[in-house]
Nanobody, 119 residues
Framework: QVQLVESGGGLVQAGGSLRLSCAAS????????MGWFRQAPGKEREFVAS????????YYADSVKGRFTISRDMAKNTVFLQMNNLKPEDTAVYYC????????????WGQGTQVTVSS
């Protein structure tokens, strides 16, 4: 069974930084894409960033480009989201997700971790 567990969320002031972690288990992810999504109060869930497990391709939402960085430690089966220069509008529940490269939709989701950015 695939399991994704997020951690690292919390309360931070605007301009600060947080690093989210996603511990992945249950299978080998060499043919998977790992992603981060977020859902703010009153808004739909939105894509934030993604990376192929093996690297080589990264994508970012325009709203976070230049501030957030997605990475992974394959030896530790962990995906990270480094968030710098946080803004109040970044406040959301952040979710780790995974999908096989050949499917359109993300197959697996974590429970989420709350990020709150105060002004």
């Amino acid at each position: 069974q695939v399991q994704l567990v997020e951690s690292g969320g919390g309360l931070v002031q605007a301009g600060g930084s947080l690093r989210l972690s996603c511990a992945a288990s249950g299978r080998r992810f060499s043919t998977y894409v790992m992603g981060w999504f977020r859902q703010a109060p009153g808004k739909e869930r939105e894509f934030v960033a993604s990376v192929r497990w093996t690297g080589g391709s990264t994508y970012y939402a325009d709203s976070v480009k230049g501030r957030f960085t997605i990475s992974r430690d394959m030896a530790k089966n962990t995906v990270f989201l480094q968030m710098n220069n946080l803004k109040p509008e970044d406040t959301a529940v952040y979710y780790c997700a995974a999908k096989a490269t050949i499917v359109a939709r993300y197959d697996f989701w974590g429970q989420g971790t709350q990020v709150t950015v105060s002004s």
